[in-house]
């Protein structure tokens, strides 16, 4: 049997693994916004 201090340490890494896909993802998305709205501005 898990105890509940495993659990609640897997949840938090899983949630920190999230949240860096998540900023990740935000920020090819903002560079490729950016890069369309602005040919100017080269981002790559």
């Given at each position: ?21 998540f ?22």
């Amino acid at each position: 049997m898990k105890t509940k201090e495993s659990v609640f340490k897997k949840l938090s890494l899983n949630f920190h693994f999230l949240k860096q896909l998540f900023l990740e993802i935000k920020d090819l998305i903002f560079k490729k916004i950016r890069h369309e709205s602005n040919p100017k501005i080269r981002t790559f």
